[in-house]
């Protein structure tokens, strides 16, 4: 009797796993992932031109035009960006330049040029602090503005026969605004054009002995970059 109840058990217990073994497995719902790849820290890299022009403070229209030095531009940037909302962005960014925008010109009087004298100007370094706001018309889309505050380093050579040279270099100090459309290629690699203006306002180039000229400085710059995002 003991072994005939025993069996029964046994029996019963397998019957009961089978039953349980055949039930729907419940499974919790995942959470959808949001995909945003604008809120976090990035770097990355740029590249494009750059043209500018200085306006002297006294006429040197009789010997030299106003210098308009131009060329490359390439270097890095790094900042923060924050989303708001469904379609603002908002952020800081602070960037460096190396950049070879040259200019030169020999001395003309009267529509004859002076044999030895020549003026020479270069711009060799952009750099800028800037906030930006941006608008996206789709989740990878911004269109933003920017402005801050702007550095240049430029050195301005007037060379007087073969071997005389008086140069004048100077940090700039100013601002800088503009704009660009920025694309986010993957959450994690941003793909940007912008533009950018910057005025320096009067820039003082001593020259000495021969005294100081001073000049406006005004530089715009296009260029392209990329950028990984954290």
Partial sequence: MIRILLLAGVAALVCTAAQAA???????PVAPVVYNPWTGF????????????YSPSIDISPVFSDPQPSGYVFGAQAGYNYQWNSSIVGGLEIDYSFTG?????GA??????VPGLNLSSKVDSLASVRGKVGYLFNPNIMVYGTAGFGFA????????GPVTNF?????DFGWVAGGGVEF?????????????????????????PIGTINSR??????????????
């Avoid at 990035?42 to 022009?53: A, L, M, Q, S």
């Avoid at 380093?153 to 007087?160: F, L």
């Avoid at 940007?192 to 180039?205: K, Q, S």
């Fill in 22 to 28: 055949d039930l729907p497995v419940y499974k919790a």
């Fill in 42 to 53: 990035y770097f990355g890299i740029h590249g494009g031109y750059g043209w500018g022009e």
């Fill in 101 to 105: 925008l040259k200019d030169s010109q």
């Fill in 108 to 113: 003309v009087i009267n529509g004859v040029p």
């Fill in 153 to 160: 380093h430029d050195v301005v050579t007037i060379n007087v």
């Fill in 167 to 171: 140069t004048a270099a100077t940090n």
């Fill in 184 to 208: 986010a290629l993957t959450q994690a690699v941003l793909l940007r054009a912008e533009y950018l203006h910057y005025g320096f306002g009067d820039v003082a180039h001593s020259f000495q």
């Fill in 217 to 230: 400085l005004d530089i715009d710059v296009v260029r392209a970059g990329a950028s990984y995002k954290f």
